[in-house]
């Protein structure tokens, strides 16, 4: 039986280019894939928001650790949230 191979941990969009270009991604297992959703509408709104430092710098952690800017991650937690009232 061939074992499939587990998906490695990308942080930059450059990481992830290098790995699709050169490796044979039949060998890796895609049960646990999820859809991921992205942004392609505009931002043209904008939102002033008072939070506590201390919580913009954990957000700002949270971003980089997942190599993104942390507006776009807040973005995505705000769809995230959204998504679950649905």
Known sequence: MNKLKQ???LKRDEEAEKFV?????S???WSAMKPVRYEFEDKNARLNMRLPLSQL???KVEA???????QR???ELLDRGMQTLR
């Open 21 to 25: 270009e050169e490796a044979d991604l």
């Open 73 to 75: 991650f807040i973005r």
């Open 57 to 59: 710098d954990a957000i």
């Open 7 to 9: 998906w490695p941990t």
């Open 27 to 29: 060998e890796y297992d």
């Open 64 to 70: 980089e650790k997942r190599g993104m800017k942390y």
